[in-house]
């Protein structure tokens, strides 16, 4: 068995023999698990007011941890919201984001551009190993996935787990119908998604019964082998569910009072559960930081097939707040200091905020929108953040500054939705109404114009490239 002193000791002989590793080689620095939901809603656990969804895993993370009030996604789908927590960016500054299609899909001929550093990227200067599982989403084609983008291994699907859909004739269904009317018919089979381990497919359709627990039974064996030989490990665990459709395992079907959504929100907490005990038992808890949220809100025109996201409004493709803000948890004996964070912190923050715990400088040739949360997690400070963007398509539709948020835009999440201007802005008091229900713009005029200058200096720095999810194969032939 090799040990961490071991191993630092391999890694230096290994820089001063090679004179090609990173000279940042922190011995405290921890491993980081980030497990990210899909389509998750801000409400969907116990622990966030879920009356009949009971997570009590996530929960028991949440009390020996931090749960942040206040976190959010990048974008509100999935694309361009797992674009901005790899690379710490807004997706509009990678190309990521769309006028014209609002993620990849498998005729996609993009996907997230080499010239990009992905945090993986950024902590191998650090000597981690560095894994993928689940659902990538960042383009399917071989140069775009993960073990071409600073991984050492992936193991998941690489698009939605809705795409590959295998007309059932018997349904004669909308895909809206689907998930509202038909969604306990489904089967995996349905769904022509291929299953990948690094670039080659292994499964296909995937099986999507058991498709948490092996994700899970994978993050394990990767715990195991970073306990035996003491390297540190970046893990990015992207479960596919619980977006539509639905589906859990046999021994876990029927199990909560939520229907067949909140089955699938139970097994992913039970799941989460057992990478929770694996670290315990395996004495790496204290120096591990788990973090728990979800790529978008709710995906409120699925019906019963989605969640919800509580008091927030609206969800999935929105800006309103139940779009981009989830419920999020920093877990880690050793590093994280318990308590409820009210702070506006966000998923592009973990990039600067692994790297400041690693020991690794942030790129110093482009536009980050990362900040370092290490204040908060460790000392329960005040941290930097006080801003957000909120982006829908290649335009900025609102802006948070403290408590307050104004929306120049607003449109529905999904469907036919008017796109409404606004002028004024429409502004709430996030604080004090946070469900967005009462416009204050005009008992605020002061804010708003610090609100315009926080517009304009953002604007002074955002360029936005080509548009990678707009091109498409006309030769793909859909199953
Ligand atoms: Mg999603």
């Given at each position: 068995m090799i040990n961490k002193k071991l191993f630092f000791f391999l890694m230096l002989f290994s820089t001063f023999s090679t004179n090609s590793l990173a000279q940042n080689i922190n011995q405290n620095a921890p491993n980081f698990i980030v497990i990210f939901a899909d389509d998750l809603g801000y409400g969907d656990l116990s622990s966030f007011g879920?009356?009949?969804?009971?997570t009590p895993h996530l929960d028991q993370m949440a009390i020996e941890g931090q749960q942040w009030t206040n976190f959010y996604v990048g974008a509100s789908v999935c694309t361009p919201s797992r674009a901005a927590l790899i690379t710490?960016?807004?997706?509009v500054r990678n190309g990521l984001m769309s006028n014209k299609s609002r993620v990849f899909f498998p005729d996609s001929k993009n996907g997230i551009p080499a010239s990009e550093i992905t945090i993986a990227e950024q902590l191998k200067k650090a000597g981690y190993a560095t894994h993928m599982i689940g659902k990538w989403h960042l383009g399917h084609r071989e140069a775009y996935l993960p073990t071409n983008h600073g991984f050492d291994s992936y193991f998941g699907i690489p698009y939605s787990n809705d795409m590959d859909y295998v007309v059932r004739e018997d349904l004669k269904s909308t895909y809206w119908d689907l998930w509202k009317v038909h969604y306990e018919k489904l089967?995996?089979?349905?769904f022509n998604v291929p299953l990948l381990r690094d670039k080659e497919i292994i499964e296909r359709p995937a099986n999507q019964y058991t498709i948490v627990n092996r994700y899970t039974d994978e993050a394990i064996k990767i715990i195991e082998q970073h306990q035996t030989d003491g390297q540190p490990f970046f893990l990015y665990l992207a479960h596919n569910?619980?977006?539509?459709?639905l589906f859990v395992s046999e021994q876990n079907k029927g199990k909560s009072k939520n229907g067949l959504y909140g089955d699938v929100v139970e097994e992913i907490d039970l799941n989460i559960g057992r990478i929770i005990s694996a670290l315990k038992e395996k004495q790496m808890h204290k120096n591990t930081i788990v973090v728990f949220t979800s790529d978008n809100g709710p995906w409120l025109q699925t019906d019963l097939s989605g969640g919800t996201a509580g008091m927030?409004?609206?969800?999935?493709?929105?800006?309103?707040e139940g779009g981009v803000r989830e419920p999020t948890i920093f877990w880690g004996p050793g590093h994280v200091q318990p308590g409820r964070i009210n702070q506006i912190g966000s998923t592009m923050d973990l990039f600067a905020t692994f790297s400041a715990m690693a020991g690794v400088a942030l790129p110093e040739d482009r536009v980050l929108d990362s900040y370092d949360l290490t204040p908060v997690l460790m000392k329960r400070q005040k941290g930097e953040r006080n801003k957000l963007f909120y982006y829908r398509e290649r335009e900025l539709y609102a802006v948070r500054l403290g408590a307050f948020k104004a929306h120049f835009i607003t449109k529905g999440g999904y469907g036919d939705f008017p796109r409404t201007l606004h002028n004024p802005p429409l502004l709430y008091n996030l604080d004090e109404d946070p469900a967005e229900r009462f416009n204050i713009a005009q008992l605020h005029p002061e804010i708003l114009r610090e609100i315009k200058v926080a517009v304009d200096e953002h604007q002074k720095n955002m360029s936005m490239p080509k548009d990678l999810l707009a091109e498409r194969d006309p030769k793909y032939i859909r199953n």
């Open positions: 879920h009356p009949s969804i009971h710490g960016r807004l997706p089967k995996t089979e349905d569910l619980p977006h539509v459709p927030l409004r609206d969800g999935k493709g929105s800006t309103f």
